[in-house]
């Protein structure tokens, strides 16, 4: 059975980090293309990042680039999601997906990504 599990969210203030955890199971992270987006209340879920696992490449949206890093552990089957830089508008509900291929296709849409993780809450103080 396929599972995307996050963990690592919480509260800070502006400038401080986390560090996201997304452990797959029943598929192999690295074979895939995954990806991480995040909702905030009364917002369409928003792309941050994802890696594309045929040509290990790593791509991130404008609005984070330089603070998140999204990197993997293979041997643990974990994908992460390296935030600093925190800033308020940073808060809202992160989620890790998983495409079926190692390609990633349309990998800044949604509805791209075929199985997703329960979410954890991030938020970001003044």
């Known amino acids: 059975r396929v599972q995307l599990v996050e963990s690592g969210g919480g509260s800070v203030q502006t400038g401080g980090s986390l560090r996201l955890s997304c452990a797959a199971s029943?598929?192999?992270?690295?074979?895939?293309?995954m990806g991480w987006f995040r909702q905030a209340p009364g917002k369409e879920r928003e792309w941050v990042a994802s890696?594309?696992?045929?040509?290990?490449?790593?791509d991130y949206a404008d609005s984070v680039k330089g603070r998140f890093t999204l990197s993997r552990d293979n041997a643990q089957n974990t994908m992460y999601l390296q935030m600093s830089g925190l800033k308020p508008e940073d808060t809202g509900m992160y989620y890790c997906?998983?495409?079926?291929?190692?390609?990633?296709?349309?990998?800044?849409?949604?509805?791209?990504?075929?199985?997703w993780g329960q979410g954890t809450q991030v938020t970001v103080s003044s």
């Open positions: 997906a998983s495409q079926v291929s190692a390609i990633c296709f349309t990998p800044t849409t949604p509805d791209g990504y075929t199985y």
């Open positions: 029943g598929f192999t992270a690295s074979s895939r293309c």
């Open positions: 890696i594309d696992s045929y040509a290990d490449t790593t």
